[in-house]
């Protein structure tokens, strides 16, 4: 067959296989017409015509399913398979064109035959054709190296394939390419160009894989690091349940559950989400590992958008403060104020609230029932001994054991945005070289500023603004000046002895009967018994030291009840009884004089503990002028002492004594109980009535107690805590008390049962004073009417200054 002639032969459709001439293939056959034309191939041992269709899916190919160049092939071996199918094995010879498709020949319709015409190779003396043949030498042992899957025998073949054609022919059959690329290189039918697109294709093969190999070689890097990973982890957990520790599930799938159901603002959902990815990659015994966990527990164990649902009913928060709280009337009243402002605004921005006063008169308690009767969580932390400033802003993540501040931690107890958050003993903070807590809480306290509170652990704004903020001191001179500026002062005075009995009958006695197992009535405490325990067994503001010995009563006698064997006895102390109970008195107070006596005049006093009486005993002796002041007095209490001297010379000549009488004499001053410290100015005219009745031998009135501040013209200025002194006065059985014309306003917050036991006379000038203290007989003047000259007997006077009024 040449190349102008034509040839008809058996036609057989190949799907998805291409076959170059030269190339022995294997062929699994199905299809009859197709099994018919290698049948008679075989028979006749004559040519087939093989041929690659257009698709594959196609059963029954027309000539348009089927690509014009083909190869001619001889069949040398036809094996018929059990399951209908043959397997043949046919060598390439030739390229062949198709030209027409017959269904059948002379009368046999077995097979379909195919018209063909011979396609000869061109520019087969080529002069690039040698060059192209060491190349694809070259190139091909190149590739055979990388790619293991093809025999040795078949590079030994083409190396020693002197025929350019058939060695060409023999690669392309061994390429890993698609059926459409080799179908082209079947119908190049110039020699140099095949060659050259062979070469081309090998090249690319071999950077693919080149490529594969690298892909590989990470893969398999990845997959032996992850496989050891897992062998660890494996191990790891093996030992854990060996020991117990291995149950919980998968810690990793849990904790990313946490965040993505935890409500998070976005930044810090994604903060989460980046620590979170970190963890996964790192080792589970590594010590980071560690501190990622735990920041991220740090994160979910924080409220960031839960509230609790409690509202601001003011009746309610009165009748919960009213049943928490004995008396502290005015701070209860501003309390309510405060949450009355709250509820209108329906916010908390505003003032934060101080709550200052002596131990135990229930400061943190109020705090408590605050909570309480607005619906909302209530924690509390304590800042005294606080010294570092890290303690309430937490520690950065750098340094080993860091954690969060106590303000975050307190908000990881609380469970919600919006508690109460008491902050107590805020006086009791000191600074150091590590900081200035107090500075650290001026962000926290500041309600411009801690809606974005950053804490150094987390390194996350954090929203405190909805927090209601309280704070407890028992001294204002304590906090720094900043933080008190942030905040409002409320007062908690001590209970008043009235308010003890009270709340020891009507609380303290009947907690401490429950704590110790008696019922209500197994004892009965007297209204005096309790008075003796509180006047001889207690000295403090608070009642805490009240209810320990009432406890101290209890545990007595439940002893006396098993000793005696009368184990429901009831027991009545009485008032003479608690000697034997609780030993002797440890406490005396202040009573009034039984007589009237020269020098010694009854002031009163105040401490953080209550209402006082005290004695002041004034002597005047031989001597050259000195003022002698004993009794542990305090600087102010001196000065008082100096001024009431003072105005008593300045008043010697009205008096009835002589001008230069001090030069003679010495006047000595005394506080008894000199081992407790004593100061303020409030003792000034009880100090200057000692001094002149000392002077002029007239006795001070027993029944009279007198307060008030003393100036050198002799003006009585205002005192605080009349309250107390009064009932100090009343318990004292004092009748009668002088207190500053100033302090007529503070009368109407004294209990009206106090009121009415005392004679209260209200004074402006030590005159008065001296005329109501001092035991004078009946129409008897103290002061002489004298000229105003004979007042500066011995002092020369000249000018103006004769005249001019005392």
């Not at 007589?595 to 001597?623: C, F, K, N, S």
């Amino acid at each position: 067959m040449t190349e102008n002639a034509s040839a008809i032969y058996p036609l057989l459709p190949l799907r998805d296989i291409v076959l170059f001439p030269n190339m022995v293939a294997p062929l699994v056959v199905g299809r009859e017409k197709s099994v018919q034309a290698l049948e008679r191939a075989m028979r006749e041992d004559s040519f087939v015509f093989l041929v690659t269709q257009r698709e594959a899916t196609v059963e029954d190919p027309e000539q348009k399913d089927l690509f014009t160049m083909g190869t001619l092939g001889k069949v040398m071996q036809l094996l018929r398979l059990p399951e209908g199918t043959v397997k043949a094995l046919v060598k390439g010879k030739r390229r062949a064109r198709l030209i027409g498709v017959f269904d059948s020949l002379s009368g046999d319709a077995s097979c379909t035959y195919a018209r063909l015409m011979e396609a000869e190779d061109t520019e087969t003396d080529s002069a690039h054709i040698p060059a192209f043949v060491r190349e694809l030498r070259k190139v091909f042992d190149g590739y055979c190296q990388a790619n293991r899957k093809i025999p040795r025998e078949v590079l030994q073949s083409i190396m020693e394939q002197e025929d350019s054609v058939r060695l060409v022919d023999t690669i392309c059959a061994h390429l890993p390419i698609i059926s459409r690329e080799k179908q082209e290189l079947l119908e190049s039918l110039s020699v140099p160009k095949r060659m050259r697109t062979v070469l081309e294709l090998l090249h690319r093969e071999m950077e693919l894989m080149a490529l594969e190999r690298d892909i590989n070689a990470k893969v398999k890097k990845k997959m032996n690091e992850v496989q050891r990973n897992f062998y660890l982890a494996e191990k790891v957990r093996a030992i854990q349940e060996e020991m117990g520790q291995g149950e919980g599930g998968d810690e990793m799938a849990e904790l990313e559950a946490a965040i993505a159901k935890k409500n998070l603002p976005e930044v810090v959902r994604k903060k989460a989400e980046k620590e979170f990815r970190k963890l996964r990659q790192m080792p589970p015994m590594s010590a980071e590992t560690t501190v990622v966990r735990n920041y991220l527990d740090a994160i979910l164990n924080l409220p960031w958008r839960k509230k609790s649902r409690g509202r601001i009913n003011i009746v309610r928060a009165e009748d919960i403060l009213n049943e928490d709280h004995f008396g502290l009337d005015k701070p209860k009243e501003r309390i309510l104020e405060y949450l009355a402002v709250q509820a209108q605004v329906k916010k908390i921005k505003g003032p934060i609230l101080c709550l200052v006063g002596p131990p135990g008169v229930g400061k943190t308690s109020v705090c408590k029932s605050i909570a309480r009767s607005i619906g909302r969580e209530f924690v509390r932390i304590s800042l005294g001994g606080v010294h570092d400033e890290a303690e309430i802003r937490g520690h950065r993540r750098t340094y080993i054991g860091a954690m969060p501040g106590k303000i975050i931690l307190a908000m990881q107890r609380a469970g919600v945005v919006n508690p109460v958050f008491c902050l107590d003993e805020v006086d009791k903070m000191s600074s150091d070289f590590r900081g200035d807590p107090a500075s650290a809480l001026l962000e926290v306290l500041d309600p411009e500023q801690n809606n974005t509170y950053n804490d150094h652990y987390l390194d996350l704004d954090y929203d405190l603004s909805q927090v209601m903020f309280i704070t407890t001191a028992n001294h204002l001179h304590g906090i720094p000046a900043p933080l008190k500026d942030r905040m409002e002062i409320i007062e908690l005075r001590g209970y008043t002895e009235e308010e003890k009995l009270h709340i020891a009958t009507g609380f303290l006695l009947p907690k401490q009967l429950e704590a110790n197992g008696f019922k209500p009535d197994d004892i009965i405490l007297p209204e005096e018994t309790l008075l003796g325990i509180i006047r001889s067994y207690t000295r403090e503001a608070g009642v805490r030291s009240l209810e320990r010995t009432i406890g101290t009563v209890c545990r007595k006698v439940a002893r006396n009840r098993l000793k005696s064997g009368q184990p429901k006895k009831k027991y009545t102390i009485a008032a003479t009884d608690l000697e034997e109970y609780l030993g002797v008195a440890k406490h005396r107070f202040g009573m009034a004089e039984a007589q009237d006596r020269v020098g010694l005049a009854t002031g009163m006093a105040w401490t953080e503990m209550g209402g006082e009486l005290l004695q002041i005993e004034a002597t005047a002796m031989p001597g050259t002028g000195k003022l002698v002041i004993t009794g542990k007095l305090g600087e102010v209490m001196q000065e008082s002492a100096q001024a009431a001297l003072s105005y008593v010379r300045s008043h010697s000549v009205q008096l009835g004594l002589d001008v230069d009488c001090y030069q003679k004499i010495d006047i000595h001053v005394h506080v008894p109980e000199g081992a407790i410290p004593k100061d303020g100015p409030s003792a000034g005219i009880t100090i200057a009535t000692a001094i002149v009745s000392a002077l002029l031998r007239i006795p001070v009135r027993c029944t009279i107690a007198m307060t008030g501040e003393i100036t050198l013209r002799g003006r009585i200025l205002p005192i605080g805590g009349l309250t107390e002194k009064l009932l100090a006065a009343r318990r004292g059985n004092i009748t009668q008390v002088l207190i500053p014309q100033e302090n007529a306003r503070n009368l109407r917050d004294v209990p009206a049962k106090i009121k009415d036991s005392l004679q209260i006379e209200l004074v402006d000038n030590v005159d008065e004073v001296l005329q109501w203290a001092l035991a004078l007989g009946e129409g008897e003047k103290l002061f002489a009417d004298v000229p105003m000259d004979s007042l500066y007997a011995g002092f020369p006077l000249t000018g103006r200054d004769t005249g001019a009024p005392l």
